[in-house]
């Protein structure tokens, strides 16, 4: 059995009941990073056996958890915030383990996305999860320029080391749109910067960035144009005896 289980992204009080009992039950722990999963494991008193799995290894020490998981073992997979696979590594362990016919749960918790956009005050009904953008410029451009058109909200992730430069591409590219950008979400100093995007680039540049950044940006708003039939749906306006001379 394969566990993705969901932890804590700032919060180590976030962490549900069933997860501790999950982390508790396996043979072994996959951990993104182990320093950072030692943390949240010695919160919790639980003592197992850790291995890692990360974007720089992920290709060679999933045939290893794929045999060990075939011989019966069972394994939680975490990730040093929110749910295995998303922006994050575990892909292409689910996606083995399922090729193999082993059953994969996944323990559901807390999500930066989710905590975003509840708190984002912009339209919830549909969203668009874009992830990290790319690092260089003319393909971050790309990568936004593809949502332009898109009615739906838009949801990034973002380092502190580009948040600003990645905004002011938002800006050229998508207009200047109502955003917020969380920052460090469920820890002490959280905060959100509401606006137009130009007015959260200002805000930003004269502060210190640090820490963990989600971006909510509104989708494209279409202004329906008035029609002819619109404002005369009965063509009052243009039978003969009743046109203005």
Request: aromatic content about 6%; some cysteine; glycine content about 6%.
């Amino acid at each position: 059995m394969l566990y993705l289980v969901a932890t804590p992204i700032g919060n180590l009080g976030d962490m549900t009941y069933r997860a501790v009992e999950v982390l508790k039950s396996v043979d072994l722990i996959a951990s993104e990073d182990s320093r950072k999963t030692s943390v949240l494991l010695r919160h919790y008193e639980i003592s197992k056996p850790q291995t890692a799995l990360n974007n720089f290894n992920e290709r060679k020490v999933v045939p290893k958890l794929l045999e060990r998981l075939e011989r019966g073992e069972t394994i939680a997979l975490v990730t040093d915030a929110g749910t295995p696979g998303i922006s994050d590594p575990g892909y292409l362990l689910v996606h083995a383990a399922l090729e193999a016919g082993i059953e994969v749960q996944s323990i559901p918790g807390p999500s930066a996305v989710i905590m975003a956009l509840t708190l984002a005050d912009l339209p919830l009904h549909s969203f668009t999860f874009k992830g990290f953008p790319p690092n260089k410029e003319g393909p971050r451009k790309r990568f936004i320029a593809m949502e332009v058109e898109s009615p739906h909200t838009l949801v990034f992730y973002e380092s502190p080391y580009r948040l600003v430069a990645f905004l002011n591409n938002c800006l050229q590219i998508l207009g200047d749109r109502q955003a917020v950008v969380a920052n460090d979400l469920t820890k002490k100093f959280e905060r959100h910067y509401r606006g137009k995007l130009s007015e959260i680039i200002e805000t930003l540049s004269s502060e210190t960035i640090r820490g963990e950044f989600v971006i909510s940006i509104e989708g494209l708003r279409k202004v329906k144009t008035k029609t002819k039939e619109d404002s005369d749906p009965e063509g009052l306006n243009t039978h003969p005896r009743l046109r203005s001379v």
